[in-house]
């Protein structure tokens, strides 16, 4: 299993790192300089590429190797994938080679075997790298291997050029690779790489728009404690959050934006409901609250330009007005995106993600922890699950009294209650029966889906108002559009009543 770190670099801080005066110190041997010719072959219909596999062939001092590689996943900025090689003859692969080292239970294992896939193979794109490597010891006896290349990958017309730093872990544990990349990063403020090679390679190849992603189902074990139930929502909301950085620095996917954003706001949600055993550095706090309002201002344009606007009816006496609102909405959303984009692709962002890897990989709560909270994290999870989900019940049912007739305050905060509330029974779900949670996930599922709809037509009024005091031209149609959604609110309280008594009358799991 490979484990890397990447950084993109700017010319100049190339320089600034090869100069630093860290490396004599920690190098095990002197530098080297490596002249490396990559060719990655895949199938005419991209087989590898859609099974989420790499086969490149390394051509090197006159030796050839090759590398078959899964996508694996990123997780604070730590590539963890699959990595197998073998020498070869030529500048050919041999997957009879790599049959014999690949293991049956990998997930590459059933890509190798698809018929007649040698002769299927074809050179699809290369790389060509000049690089330095310091092999470095680490003073708790890790070895990293810290490498800055002069990249340039080729994919038929199409190429790109770019320089980048790879740190990696060849023994020994990751939170003192991360504690190296946050003493790097002190003096060169390096931004993530968010794209490996070979993905460039495709990305030139294929030319497709990168797919926002979903949290993955999660599963916690029914014996665990509460530190192990912390550490298993913790990954997944953060695996969340790092699968989506790569499509919001596109700048070019709305939903990459909300799914980021939603795996932030799981992740805080979980450490409120630890907060009683985990505690994040308030530091860490601060800047993960920066980042979630850079991927909210570009959030509240897209949903009002592209979703909240599009319900608004006009006549045609309005329509024109109407028309240029959305022009104008959508222009500030394009914006706010790429103010979102440009917050992941920073090197404030990148040095978070090494903070918040560090923090993970270090598990302090755990090791450091008092007595009592020590207990706390050694009690089973199921204690804490039904704890937790009877609170925030209740804070739900406090909040939501009446909750046709509250103010617009006071129904944020039901609404927020009942977000809380969703994301525990969603990260604890595997530890209840599932007939009595799933129908109860329904009926909360359908009132929080309600009530924020009703979040996004306030946000609305606020954006249409922010618009009005800007551009006197937009002013007739945002005070329509505002008319308009105020009405829509008004009309849905009889909807949230009947929401509200069927969740008041469904049995709590």
Same mark, same amino acid.
């Given at each position: 299993m490979a484990r890397e770190l990447k950084f993109e670099l700017a010319q100049e801080q190339s320089q600034v790192l090869r100069d630093l005066p860290l490396l004599p110190t920690l190098q095990v041997q002197p530098p080297r300089e490596e002249a490396l010719r990559s060719d990655y072959f895949d199938t005419p219909d991209l087989l590898l590429w859609r099974q989420a596999a790499s086969l490149r062939v390394r051509q090197a001092a006159g030796h050839y190797v090759q590398t078959l590689k899964s996508a694996g996943a990123r997780r604070a900025g730590l590539f963890e994938r699959e990595e197998y090689e073998t020498p070869v003859a030529g500048n050919a692969p041999d997957i009879a080679a790599?049959?014999?080292?690949?293991?049956e239970t990998s997930t590459l294992s059933p890509v190798l075997k698809t018929h007649q896939l040698q002769e299927q193979l074809a050179p699809a794109f290369c790389t060509d790298v000049c690089r330095t490597v310091w092999l470095l010891g680490l003073p708790e006896g890790d070895e990293v291997e810290l490498a800055i290349d002069t990249c340039t990958v080729v994919a038929g017309e199409s190429s790109q050029s770019f320089s980048e730093l790879e740190l990696e872990l060849k023994r020994g544990k990751a939170d003192h690779?991360?504690?190296?990349?946050?003493?790097?990063?002190d003096t060169v403020p390096v931004r993530l790489s968010l794209a490996s090679k070979g993905d460039r390679g495709y990305g030139l190849l294929v030319c497709e728009m990168p797919k926002a992603l979903r949290a993955t189902p999660l599963v916690l074990e029914r014996q665990g404690s509460v530190g192990d139930a912390f550490r298993e929502i913790a990954r997944n909301c953060l695996a969340q959050v790092h699968a989506n950085?790569?499509?919001?620095?596109?700048?070019?996917?709305?939903?990459?934006?909300?799914?980021m954003r939603v795996g932030l706001r799981r992740f805080r949600s979980a450490l409120d409901m630890f907060c009683g055993v985990v505690t994040l550095p308030a530091g860490l706090q601060d800047e993960i609250k920066w980042i979630a309002g850079e991927l909210g201002k570009s959030r509240d344009w897209e949903v009002l330009a592209h979703s909240t606007l599009p319900q608004v009816s006009a006549g045609e006496d309005d329509l024109p007005g109407l028309r240029r609102v959305s022009e104008a909405a959508a222009e500030i959303a394009s914006a706010r995106r790429h103010d979102a984009a440009e917050a992941v692709r920073s090197a404030r962002y990148a040095?978070?993600? =090494?903070?918040? &890897?560090?923090? *993970? +990989? !270090? @598990?302090?709560w755990q090791g450091d922890a008092e007595p009592s909270k020590q207990m706390l994290l050694a009690m089973p999870a199921s204690e804490l699950a039904r704890d937790v989900l009877r609170a925030r019940h209740r804070?739900?049912?406090?909040?939501?009294?009446?909750?046709?007739?509250?103010?617009?305050p006071r129904r944020h905060r039901a609404?927020?209650?009942?977000?809380?509330?969703?994301?525990?029974?969603?990260?604890?779900?595997?530890?209840?029966?599932?007939?009595?949670?799933?129908?109860?996930?329904?009926?909360?599922?359908?009132?929080?889906?309600? =009530?924020?709809? &009703?979040?996004? *037509? +306030? !946000? @609305?009024?606020?954006?249409?108002?922010?618009?009005?005091?800007?551009?006197?031209?937009?002013?007739?149609g945002a005070i329509y559009a505002r008319g308009f959604l105020s009405a829509r609110l008004v009309a849905d309280r009889e909807n949230q009543r009947r929401l509200w008594k069927r969740f008041r009358r469904t049995e709590r799991p």
């Open positions: 790599l049959l014999a080292i690949v293991p690779l991360y504690a190296l990349a946050l003493n790097l990063a950085e790569a499509v919001v620095a596109s700048a070019r996917s709305p939903e990459g934006v909300h799914q040095r978070l993600v =090494l903070a918040l &890897g560090h923090w *993970m +990989a !270090v @598990a302090s804070k739900l049912v406090r909040r939501g009294r009446g909750l046709h007739k509250l103010d617009a609404r927020i209650a009942a977000k809380k509330l969703r994301y525990a029974a969603e990260f604890f779900a595997s530890l209840f029966q599932r007939k009595s949670l799933d129908n109860y996930r329904g009926v909360l599922a359908r009132l929080q889906d309600d =009530l924020g709809w &009703g979040n996004d *037509m +306030a !946000v @609305a009024g606020h954006l249409l108002a922010c618009l009005q005091q800007a551009d006197e031209s937009v002013s007739g």
